[in-house]
C-alpha cells in the first residue's frame, strides 16, 4: 500500500558541519573549522517549534559531530520536550559530564560510529590517531549510563572483512544493535570512492557468514531493506537546507528554512515526486513495495542513473550492469536539483 503524509512525522537534523576527525568516508567533508554557516542556537530553537507544529515527532542529530557545539545539549533538550529524540556521534569527546548531559537532554537512543574492530584500520578511515580508543572509552560510558546505544559502521572495502569482529565487539561492549549501513558516493566518500567501495555481492556474502548472538540485533541497508524512504523524510543541513535524505544532500535543495518556512520546502515539486515514488517500468520487480514506496532508495539511483525513476543499484536482482566500484559508473557534477 502507498502511504501519502500531509506532512513529515520525523527529521534528520545535521546540527553542525563542524568535527574533530578527518573521516575518509564523510559525507559532508566536515572539518574541524567549518562551522561558520551553522544555524545559530536561536534559530534551531525557532526551527523546533516550526518542526513541532508541522507534525514531527522524531528527531535525529547527527553531524559533523554533534558535541564540537558547546550549546548542543540545550538545543537537543529543548527538542526533546515535544518529540522523541535520537543522536549519532563518534564519541570520542565523551566525558562523564556530557554522558550526564545527554541523560539530562532526554537523548532516547545514541547511535556511534565505528569504522573497524582494529584500531589502525579505524584510526585510518577516522583520519584520527587514537581515535578508536576513545570511542570504545565513550561507548562504554554511554553504555554504563544506561544510554541505548547503536554502533554504525559505513561498509566498505576496509571494514567488510571486519564484519563479524564488529558483532563480536558490539556484544562485548553490551549495545543493543549494530548497523551496517552502504557507502554513498558524496563527499570525501566520493573522493575516495575508488579506495573504498566495494560490490554488492561482496558485502552479501559478508552478511550470509554472520554469527549473530541472540542478545544483538543487526541491521543492514542491502536489498530488500533499501527502502525507498523519501516519503517520510525531512533532513534539514546544519546551514538550513532542506535536502528530504540526508543522502540527497549533494543533488537536491528544496530551500533554506532561514528565508522561508519548512512547511514550505516539504511542498516543492520535487520533493513531492519523490514522496509519491514513481519508477520507472521495469525498475522494480514483485518485491517492489518496501517502505511504503518500490524501487529502493532513491539516492542511490539518481547518483548512479542520474534518473530519479531508476532502480536501486544497490539490488542483486535487479543488476543491470552498473559496477558500483567504479568512480566512472556514475556523473560526477555536483549541481543540486532546484
Known sequence: MMVHLETPTKSYLQITNSCT???????????????????????????????????????????????????????????????????????????????????????????????????????????GEGSFNLTLKGIEGLVHSGIDVVLICIVNSISVGRLQGIVDLAARLGVSKVGFFRLYPLGRARDHWMELAVGVRHVLQAFDRLNIPPTLKVMQSWHPNNGNCCWENAGI??????????????????????????????????????????????????????????????????????????????????????DITKFSDFPTSGETAQ
Request: glycine share 8%.
Open 21 to 127: 576527525l578527518d573521516c575518509r568516508q564523510c559525507y559532508t567533508r566536515c572539518r574541524s573549522d567549518s562551522a561558520f554557516s551553522d544555524l545559530t542556537k536561536s534559530e534551531w530553537i525557532s526551527l523546533s517549534d516550526q518542526l513541532v507544529e508541522a507534525g514531527i515527532i522524531h528527531v535525529y542529530f547527527e553531524g559533523g559531530e554533534p558535541f564540537a557545539r558547546s550549546d548542543f545539549l540545550d538545543i537537543a533538550e529543548y527538542f526533546s520536550r515535544r518529540a522523541l529524540v535520537w543522536m549519532r556521534t563518534h564519541a570520542t569527546t565523551l566525558t562523564r559530564s556530557t554522558i550526564s548531559g545527554i541523560v539530562e537532554a532526554r537523548i532516547a537512543l545514541v547511535s556511534v560510529d565505528i569504522f573497524s574492530d582494529n584500531a589502525k584500520e579505524h584510526d585510518y578511515l577516522s583520519g
Open 237 to 322: 543541513t546544519s546551514d538550513g537546507r532542506s535536502i528530504g535524505c540526508p543522502y540527497l544532500r549533494e543533488y537536491v535543495d528544496y530551500g533554506n528554512v532561514r528565508k522561508v518556512q519548512f512547511l514550505e520546502t516539504w511542498q516543492h515539486p520535487l520533493y513531492k515526486s519523490l514522496r509519491s515514488g514513481p519508477i520507472r517500468a521495469g525498475a522494480c520487480g514483485e518485491c517492489a513495495s518496501r517502505e511504503g514506496r518500490p524501487g529502493g532508495c532513491r539516492a542511490a539511483a539518481y547518483a548512479f542513473n542520474r534518473d530519479w525513476t531508476a532502480h536501486d543499484p544497490h539490488c542483486q536482482f535487479m543488476d543491470v550492469g552498473i
